[in-house]
């Protein structure tokens, strides 16, 4: 089941945005979680992912910058970013999966499809 992605906006280069992304299932709380981007002309990037157990990882390039949060009674993730760069700049997608680490994170519908994003535009 592919996952629709809010929040995004267009924002000044230091600014901050919060997305949210609300998971269906009875087995949301036993699944990780997972952010990722697609900047224009680039592929698929994976930003941050969350365990079931609340454990949580990110791409270096965001490390210190966002945080990943999950809310089990409302079955959302969020992504908390805040001193947004340019290079932010993308389209952000929420996808269920397996894995307790960042590296070991797999999405269960893979990366050929992809649910509805929420762009985010950064500007300098």
């Known amino acids: 089941v592919q996952l629709q992605a809010s929040g995004g906006g267009m924002v000044q280069a230091g600014g901050s945005l919060r997305l949210s992304c609300a998971a269906s299932g009875s087995s949301y709380r036993r699944n990780a979680m997972g952010w990722y981007r697609q900047a224009p002309g680039k592929q698929h990037e994976l930003v941050a992912v969350?365990?079931?157990?609340?454990?949580?990882g990110y791409t270096d390039s965001v490390k210190g910058r966002f945080t990943i949060s999950r809310d089990s009674a409302t079955n959302t993730v969020w992504l908390q970013m805040n001193s947004l760069k340019p290079e932010d700049t993308a389209v952000y997608y929420c996808?269920?999966?397996?894995?307790?680490?960042?590296?070991?994170?797999?999405?269960?519908?893979?990366?050929?499809?992809w649910g509805q994003g929420t762009l985010v535009t950064v500007s300098s």
């Open positions: 996808k269920q999966g397996l894995g307790s680490t960042y590296n070991s994170f797999r999405p269960f519908d893979g990366l050929d499809a």
């Open positions: 969350i365990s079931s157990g609340g454990n949580s």
